[in-house]
């Protein structure tokens, strides 16, 4: 019975695209600060990125290309709905919890930045 029981849960939990994510919400996050460490390093200087939203838009895109090839390349196709539906809730989460200071620090370091070029 018991054992009934533990499948049925799995089951619902791995049907739901979303509750794939939210089991690995500590890996988004940790991908958010890596991201931004290989966007310095690609880029050189994040000031590089026109704007804030272009910065927040480019670290949420590494992340979920992260998230993708790191946890679901193997089980989910990347043009699935299953994944477009697992992308946007990375995008949401990330901008919502992420979004502000990451706009933040772009505006601080590329303003301290352009005050010492002038």
Not at 40 to 55: A, D, H, M, S, V
Not at 67 to 85: I, L
Not at 93 to 112: A, H, I, P, Q, S
Request: hydrophobic share 30%; proline share 2%; charged share 35%.
């Amino acid at each position: 019975m018991m054992r009934n029981r533990i499948r049925h849960i799995l089951k619902e939990e791995t049907s739901n695209p979303i509750n794939k994510i939210k089991r690995r919400l500590d890996s988004v996050d940790w991908l958010v600060d890596f991201s931004v460490r290989e966007i310095k390093r690609q880029y050189g200087n994040i000031c590089k990125i026109k704007t804030p939203e272009n910065f927040v838009a480019t670290v949420i895109e590494k992340v979920g290309d992260g998230m993708y090839w790191d946890y679901f390349a193997n089980t989910v196709d990347d043009d699935s709905d299953e994944w477009g539906q697992m992308y946007r809730f990375i995008e949401r989460y990330v901008e919502n919890k992420f979004g502000d200071t990451l706009r933040l620090n772009f505006n601080k370091l590329c303003k301290k930045q352009n005050e010492r070029n002038n």
